[in-house]
């Protein structure tokens, strides 16, 4: 851009003065300062943008700094100068020297040459497209005509340069400097070794191609196949003639640079001197001014719009690595909230590991209520070995035996037990185990018993003996068998089976407390967690033991989850945690409430048939009393009764 200012420069104060000197010829007076004042002004605005307005250091002919590579700056720019290199091409392909070397023939008939520069029928439309004239020479015969000399000057200089190229880039076989053997005559000389150069490989790649693979000219000088020898011949051909390969390419199409302004030799430093006088003067200023204005200008947008370009290609790279850098925090972001949210907590572990075994523990509580009821059943209906066998004789007998031997406490009845608790009692029982509810089964959060096998524990002992002095305390009397066939028992029979009914309303209440207090082998693993949590409140791993039982029952592990946990004091610190492990406990606890719920439902539709059962017996009470008086209505006196 520096050129083209530089160029208006010279001309903005030359056509500036020459149009002055014009307005002061033509005009007079103010119209002659308006029209010169006006000129200037207009050209002014863009000589501001013109400067400097005088020639580079060193870029004028004459000038002690005189610099040729600076001077080159001016020129119009061209290519390789590869004269000496083509010169030398076309003496060792055609044989001959001068213009006449375009018309010659190869020494084989069948096959003519192309012209001084032989090339292969494959590679002249690659290297020859691009040259002027190309479509006028494409067959052999339009190759070797005068017409086509120029195209095939063309064509060598772009294969020449195309070769260089692709040998810089092997590194010129990683040869350059070393010693080959020749071996070879051709046209009369023989060469044996020599030193391999630019030209040489050159020369060799103008005949063999230059290639990395196959028969380029890097693999032909390193092996000893059919056409080695040639392509060496070559190489060392053109090193011992001393060819030269230009190290740049430096324009070689150009013009020496005018001595100063209004050189007549450089039409952008024109600068006419103008005679008003002489007629065409005034066209030959705007031909000028077409020349320099419209032209400078023109190639000034041009750069001007291309630096514009770029600078939008640069907003956009910054909206693109604005948006990347967006994109990659966003994603850090989620990163992060990810590692955040889906890192669990240990107090969630906590509590998952005390739900793990309670499905199991709930089944087996479930089992373990119907063989309770089963077994207080089969006692009041006298059914199988019971204690209930013989009627209110044999069970009488048998608690009374029990008490003495294992349950016995001298001290009782003011010391007045002395003389019926002689034997010695068993240790493992409780004393009093069968008359004290809150000692044998309401306090014990888990109680020694399983009722699936047919071992008899002392715990499974004092409880029966609890609930048989809690249920069916007088048994009713034996029924001889030959006596239910009268008439007269079919009444009371329906009537003890109606009581009997109505107590197991009240056994399933109480088989359903042991039941959720019966230990289950499924909960012996969460054991070790439980004796790590309460730990924490003071307590002995012993004294843990005796609370919780070696296998918790479905009411400690309850009693762990729904009051225990909350009151460790780690539970309310490990509320100050992430949101969503905070969410997670809570959403924990409503299942854990759920459950617990659901235990309380069943508590309560237990309650309501109780409540039922009262209720049946006080209106079966007002029944008979009313079905009395219906009798004595009718004359038929009083009835069969089933009150008890």
């Keep these: 851009m520096e050129v ?12 500036t003065i020459s149009l002055c000197r014009a307005g002061r010829r033509k005009q007079s007076g103010i119209i002659r300062f308006v029209f010169c004042l006006l000129v200037m002004l207009c050209l002014s605005v863009n000589v501001v943008y013109a400067q400097p307005t005088s020639r580079p250091m060193g870029t004028t002919p004459g000038d002690p700094n005189f610099d040729p590579d600076a001077a080159g700056a001016f020129d119009s720019g061209g290519e390789c100068d590869w004269s000496e290199y083509k010169d030398y091409i076309g003496k060792i392909e055609s044989g001959h020297t001068g213009p006449e070397a375009y018309r010659v023939t190869s020494p084989r008939a069948e096959d ?3 012209g001084k520069y032989q090339f292969t029928p494959g590679t002249w439309p690659r290297v020859a497209k691009d040259c002027p004239n190309y479509s006028s020479c494409r067959s052999e015969r339009e190759v070797i005509s005068s017409g086509c000399w120029e195209t095939q000057e063309c064509a060598m200089n772009a294969y020449t340069t195309d070769a260089k190229e692709c040998l810089e880039g092997l590194n010129w076989c990683g040869l350059l400097g070393q010693q080959i053997t020749a071996n070879h005559t051709h046209q009369g000389v023989t060469h ?3 030193t391999v150069t630019k030209a040489g490989l050159l020369s060799g790649a103008h005949n063999a191609g230059c290639s990395s693979k196959g028969g380029g000219v890097c693999n032909l000088i390193k092996t000893n196949g059919k056409w080695s020898g040639q392509v060496k011949w070559r190489v060392c051909d053109a090193a011992a003639n001393g060819i030269g390969v230009p190290s740049e390419c430096n324009p070689t199409n150009t013009t020496t640079p005018p001595a100063g302004p209004g050189d007549s030799n450089d039409p952008i430093y024109l600068r006419p001197e103008i005679d008003w006088l002489k007629p065409g003067q005034f066209d030959a200023l705007l031909d000028s001014l077409k020349q320099v204005w419209v032209a400078t200008l023109q190639m000034m947008t041009s750069q001007l719009t291309t630096a514009m370009v770029n600078q939008v290609m640069g907003v956009g790279m910054l909206f693109d690595a604005k948006h990347q850098l967006e994109v990659q925090r966003e994603f850090q972001r989620l990163t992060a ?3 955040k949210d889906y890192h669990p907590s240990e107090q969630m ?7 793990r075994h309670l499905a199991e523990t709930e089944k087996y509580a479930d089992l373990t209520q119907v063989a309770i009821s089963e077994r207080m059943l089969d006692r009041e209906t006298i059914s199988g070995e019971v204690l209930t066998l013989q009627g209110p004789l044999s069970d ?14 001298q001290k009782d009845a003011g010391e007045g037990l002395e003389n019926l608790c002689q034997g010695a009692r068993d240790e493992e029982h409780f004393t009093n185990a069968d008359v004290d509810y809150t ?5 014990p959060l888990t109680l020694k018993v399983n009722f699936l096998d047919s071992e008899l524990t002392p715990a499974e002992e004092d409880l029966m003996a609890l609930v048989n002095n809690l249920f069916y305390h007088e048994p009713f009397p034996e029924i001889i068998p030959g006596k239910t066939q009268l008439k007269r028992m079919s009444a009371p029979l329906q009537a003890m089976r109606s009581i009997t009914a109505m107590r197991g309303v009240a056994r399933n209440s109480v088989a359903n407390i042991i039941a959720e207090k019966t230990e289950s082998e499924e909960s012996a693993q969460a054991m070790p967690f439980i004796r790590a949590l309460i730990k924490d409140f003071g307590l002995e791993p012993d004294e843990i033991d005796k609370m919780f039982g070696e296998n918790p029952s479905y009411h400690a592990q309850m009693e762990i989850l729904t009051k225990t946990l909350y009151q460790h004091p780690d539970f309310v610190v490990n509320l ?23 235990d309380i439902h069943e508590a309560l539709v237990r309650r309501e048939m109780l409540l039922s059962m009262i209720l049946e017996v006080r209106i079966r009470e007002s029944q008979e009393e009313l079905m009395d008086d219906i009798r004595r209505s009718l004359g038929a006196g009083r009835g069969p009764t089933t009150r008890r």
């Design 4 to 15: 083209y200012f530089n160029n208006i420069g010279w001309t903005y104060r030359d056509t």
């Design 112 to 114: 003519p040459s192309w």
């Design 192 to 194: 044996g070794s020599c």
């Design 337 to 339: 909230q990810a590692h």
């Design 349 to 355: 572990c906590t509590v998952g590991t005390f739900v």
């Design 396 to 409: 009488h007998d048998s608690r009374v035996r029990h008490f003495v031997e294992t349950h016995c406490n």
């Design 439 to 443: 000692a044998t089964l309401s306090a």
């Design 576 to 598: 100050y945690d992430k949101p969503a492990n905070v969410k997670r406990i809570r959403a924990a606890m409503r299942a854990i409430k759920l459950m617990q719920d659901r």
